[in-house]
């Protein structure tokens, strides 16, 4: 018999006898339906009718009392609508006859009232004349018939009502007996179904277990199995397929340990070959591979750097930050030279090391772990260290000359202009006005310098926004004017204010509305706008000028670096580098956005004085 004619057999029987349960619950249920609804239609009605003809008497005998108290076309109103009620409710009574003896209820309260309405109409007839004798009259004749009338129709009620709680009874009784019955059949056929169900499970189970524990066995590597299922359904041939399967694995095996044996070693053997330190860092950021020059970098062993975690081997909260930033986003780091050096201290000797994160991804998009590579930068640092030393160097030395030099020129073109002809005059102009330019250099260069070293001094403080906007539009009012340019600051009241260097964050405002001049033509427009950016304070200004070609766009804060156009002349190429650093400074951002032949955007973040709690 085939697995699948098994497991069918089985469970048609379990599905006979829960179809069985269930007809013997729908048997019962239908009685137990049956014996309620007699309840409710045998005697329901019945009832509701004796409690309507004792309600409408009521109001009848309360219609007579109206009349005696003088209200006499009120209460003969009120009393035929009840009289029409009363005999509405007594028809559907008589209509609903189901117990034994209730016909002759009903008769002896159709006759009684009949009697009723005869003595209750001659009672206006006595209370209108005034006869003496009119509450004996009520209370003698009609106030008895009115009592045995009710009094009957409460009869009628209670008989009805005592056929409803012997119905109930029954209904119970086949409620109990239906329980106990489906109770003892749902059980028998449990218990059935229960030891079909243990015996096929077997059947199935053995086997199963059997061919698991080959399957285990063979994932460990052992491939010698032997499985004993010996039945000719599917799971007997899924037995022998196993066994085939470890067969062929073993011999696959066999054949191609030594191959990946080899693939390993040569990948390891390049990476020990490489001059440059490679970590190899799995998910959870613990160290899987390591060449002997990053080791040697680290100053650790082999042995003793894989399985540690990153950070206890690399010790840089920046270099880990990183790579966590890596692991998450799945994209290399965009950081500049300076951002992506690695410093490493030996002694007394600091070496400094340019790493590169690159992420470790399967087909699938799964991430596996990150790569870091370590290529020694210090002779590059170490030049670019005397780099900053001879420029601030020179520059001190040029500053003292050039300041003699604007010196002489000032006097020779205060005292000796008279004795001057027109050409001399405009060359000494002109050499006034490159000695202005080579002191700014040299001023630009020296700044830079003191801030890439970390030497130049900044003096913290809260300020308003709108002081620092207002000390660099005034600075530049001018030559604003002068130009025709419209200038305009939109400053929201509510900002908070910011803890910077008022003097060195309103020469970063003065330069950008400096260059928005240069390359705005007349009659040109300048924003200054300032809106709040979660802790900082970000701060724009924007020109429709002639805008940044996108070439340049990605390189305009590098050093001697300009826009090349007719305005470029006498820039040094450092003013937005030097603001660049100065916002780094700060721990701001700056960035542009131009749309060539549309204009130019600035914009910088400062942070505010009193950053709002974020909760632990």
């Not at 829960?18 to 007809?23: D, G, Q, T, Y």
């Not at 694995?249 to 490679?278: C, F, P």
């Not at 030395?397 to 030099?405: A, D, Q």
């Not at 005292?415 to 001023?443: F, H, I, M, P, Y």
Request: glycine share 6%.
């Amino acid at each position: 018999m085939e697995l699948k004619e098994k497991i069918l057999a089985g469970y048609g029987l379990v599905l006979a006898l829960a179809v069985a349960v269930s007809v013997w619950a729908v048997i019962n249920l239908s009685q137990l339906g049956s014996a309620s609804e007699a309840i409710l239609q045998e005697n329901y009605r019945s009832i509701l009718a004796a409690e309507n003809m004792v309600n409408a008497i009521e109001r009848q005998d309360s219609s007579l009392l109206l009349i005696l108290q003088g209200h006499e076309a009120e209460g003969l109103t009120q009393f035929r609508q009840n009289e029409l009620a009363f005999l509405e409710w007594l028809g559907r009574a008589k209509d609903n006859i189901t117990l034994e003896g209730e016909s002759e209820v009903l008769q002896t309260i159709e006759a009684e009232y009949l009697t009723f309405i005869e003595v209750s109409t001659r009672l206006p007839a006595t209370a209108s004349g005034h006869l003496p004798g009119v509450s004996s009259y009520y209370l003698d004749i009609v106030l008895p018939k009115f009592n045995q009338i009710r009094e009957a129709c409460i009869d009628l009620r209670e008989m009805n009502q005592a056929a409803m709680l012997a119905a109930s009874g029954r209904a119970q009784e086949v409620s109990v007996r239906a329980i106990w019955s489906t109770a003892i059949f749902g059980v028998s056929v449990g218990a059935i179904g229960l030891i079909f169900s243990l015996l096929l499970s077997n059947i199935l189970v053995h086997p199963l277990k059997e061919m698991t524990q080959a399957a285990e066995r063979i994932a460990e590597g052992d491939y010698d199995v032997a499985i004993t299922v010996k039945s000719n359904d599917e799971l007997g041939r899924l037995g022998q397929e196993i066994r085939s399967m470890s067969r062929k694995l073993k011999h696959y095996h066999e054949m191609n340990v030594s191959r990946l044996l080899t693939e390993k070693r040569r990948g390891e053997a390049i990476i020990r070959s490489i001059n440059d330190g490679i970590i190899v860092i799995d998910a959870d950021f613990r160290i899987i591979a390591i060449n002997p020059m990053a080791a040697q970098i680290l100053d650790i062993t082999l042995a003793e750097a894989r399985g540690q975690h990153c950070f206890d081997v690399l010790k840089s909260p920046n270099l880990y930050a990183h790579m966590k930033s890596v692991a998450e986003t799945g994209q290399p780091p965009q950081l500049d030279t300076r951002e992506s050096t690695f410093a490493v201290q030996h002694g007394d000797k600091t070496e400094y090391y340019q790493f590169s994160i690159t992420p470790v991804r399967t087909e699938q998009d799964q991430m596996l772990g990150v790569v870091l590579l370590l290529q020694d930068v210090t002779k590059l640092a170490e030049l670019d260290r005397l780099k900053s030393e001879f420029v601030m160097t020179a520059s001190h030395e040029l500053r003292t000359p050039l300041t003699s030099i604007a010196m002489s020129i000032g006097l020779l073109m205060e005292r000796a202009a008279s004795k001057l002809t027109g050409d001399e005059q405009d060359l000494l102009q002109a050499a006034q006005e490159d000695a202005q330019r080579l002191r700014n250099l040299v001023n630009n260069l020296l700044d830079l310098s003191k801030i890439e070293a970390g030497r130049m001094e900044m003096e913290f403080e809260p300020v308003g926004v709108s002081l620092l906007a207002s000390r660099a539009i005034s600075t530049m009012a001018a030559q604003i004017s002068e130009k025709g340019i419209v200038l305009s600051q939109h400053i929201p009241d509510n900002l908070p204010a910011v803890k910077v260097d008022p003097n060195k964050i309103t020469w970063v405002l003065t330069n950008l509305i400096a260059n928005a001049l240069r390359y705005t033509d007349e009659g040109g427009h300048i924003a200054v706008c300032t809106e709040k950016m979660s802790n900082f304070v970000g701060v724009s200004v924007a020109d429709d000028g002639i805008g940044i070609p996108l070439e340049q766009q990605s390189k305009i804060f590098d050093k001697f670096v300009q826009v090349k156009s007719d305005q470029t002349v006498g820039g040094s190429g450092l003013g937005l580098a030097i603001c660049k650093e100065i916002i780094k400074a700060h721990g701001g951002a700056i960035w542009v956005e131009s749309v060539p032949g549309e204009g130019s955007t600035f914009t910088f973040t400062i942070p505010i004085a009193n950053p709002p709690s974020t909760g632990p």
